[in-house]
């Protein structure tokens, strides 16, 4: 499967520890049949993750019937893009890998949001 990621590179893997993605494969893929649109790479953060929690998503907890350890602060992760602007919105939004963000994320947000809270190559 064969992506692009915001800046029109080639999508490159979010996360392999913990398994990322829609497909479990490391990429935020786009594809129709994930009604969340799991294509933002983010690095979660503390205040993120609680966030998620109070919206309903529980993003630390593990769930080993769906092999998911639970999320930690700094672990990488696809996000839900309406989440992520939700997240924006909400001042608490979790830093971003571009090249493994999906194209698609363009969609819901822009590039320069994206870019305001994009990880410079030695934080990632």
Not at 44 to 54: H, K
Request: net charge negative.
């Amino acid at each position: 499967m064969r992506s692009l990621n915001v800046l029109g590179g080639e999508l490159v893997p979010c996360s392999y520890d913990p398994l990322t993605g829609f497909f479990r494969d490391g990429c935020c893929h786009h594809h129709e049949e994930d009604p969340g649109t799991h294509v933002v790479c983010a690095r979660v953060t503390p205040e993120f993750l609680v966030f998620s929690l109070q919206r309903g998503n529980d993003l630390m907890t593990p769930r080993p019937e769906y092999r998911f350890a639970g999320l930690q602060s700094g672990d990488r992760w696809c996000l839900c893009v309406l989440r992520w602007k939700e997240a924006l919105d909400a001042g608490v939004a979790p830093p971003v890998v571009l090249e493994c963000t999906n194209i698609a994320a363009l969609d819901h947000v822009t590039l320069e949001q994206l870019q305001a809270h994009a990880l410079h190559k030695k934080q990632a």
